[in-house]
């Protein structure tokens, strides 16, 4: 579904992405694992659009997209939500979310899917509250909530479980898995966290200086020895 090949990114003189590839498939959740400044974040905001690619290769259901803009992308079927959540604070949690249904017109971008409320009921009991009233947790809720609505194929995570309460963090792996296993999505998710991820991944990638150093099946990461190569 997603294939990237050969990437590579610069900034200010220094290499930032060196020549990654790697794909994701429908009903499978990709792992992203690697410590802070490796180029994790840079690789997810080449991939929406949100900055170009240098050179290499991304593929789309099979059509090359380097030069679709980000809401292009999200057109068609790419979902992201970055770190920071980006909710807006001052609109309420069903405008945050009717937000998400932009790539639609006429009745269904006037209403939220009823399966937001199911995989958030929070965000139903709390649809009224402005999103900025909002606790970290049921914000990082929120901003899925809101990716979600635009009905992806591809949902792109960056480090959900940052700054969230355990609870929530549990919540939000259960939303994961249960999106993965309806297998009609392809999930991209990027963590620092290795418990988390190494509970939900079918396949990782670990970076390291801008590149892919190791990658492998989810159920081996212990054994690889992944949990040495990530920050927690």
């Known amino acids: 579904m997603l294939q990237v090949s050969e990437l590579n990114q610069y900034y200010g003189g220094s290499h930032i992405l060196r020549g990654l590839s790697?794909?994701?498939?429908?009903?499978?959740?990709?792992?992203?694992?690697?410590?802070?400044?490796?180029?994790k974040t840079t690789l997810l905001k080449c991939l929406m659009g949100l900055i170009p690619a240098k050179s290499g290769e991304i593929r789309w259901q099979e059509k090359v997209i380097n030069q679709r803009k980000s809401h292009q992308r999200v057109q068609a079927g790419m979902a992201y939500v970055p770190q920071g959540r980006e909710i807006f604070p001052r609109l309420t949690v069903?405008?945050?979310?009717?937000?998400?249904?932009?790539?639609?017109?006429?009745?269904?971008?006037?209403?939220?899917?009823?399966?937001?409320?199911?995989?958030?009921?929070?965000?139903?009991?709390?649809?009224?509250?402005?999103?900025?009233?909002?606790?970290?947790?049921?914000?990082?809720?929120?901003?899925?909530?809101?990716?979600?609505?635009?009905?992806?194929?591809l949902l792109i995570l960056d480090e959900p479980t940052e700054g969230i309460q355990p609870s929530v963090i549990k919540e939000i792996g259960a939303v994961i898995r249960h999106l993965a296993q309806r297998g009609d999505m392809a999930i991209l998710l990027v963590e620092q966290f290795y418990d988390f991820a190494a509970e939900l991944a079918d396949h990782y990638l670990v970076m390291s200086r801008g590149e892919i150093i190791q990658r492998g099946s989810g159920k081996n990461m212990e054994a690889d020895g992944v949990r040495q190569l990530v920050a927690i």
Do not use: W
């Open 94 to 153: 069903e405008e945050n979310l009717l937000l998400g249904r932009a790539r639609f017109t006429g009745r269904a971008a006037k209403h939220v899917p009823e399966e937001i409320y199911q995989l958030f009921p929070v965000l139903q009991e709390m649809k009224l509250r402005r999103g900025g009233d909002l606790s970290g947790g049921q914000q990082q809720q929120l901003a899925i909530g809101r990716a979600l609505a635009c009905q992806p194929q």
């Open 22 to 39: 790697f794909e994701t498939r429908p009903g499978e959740i990709t792992c992203l694992l690697g410590r802070n400044g490796v180029g």
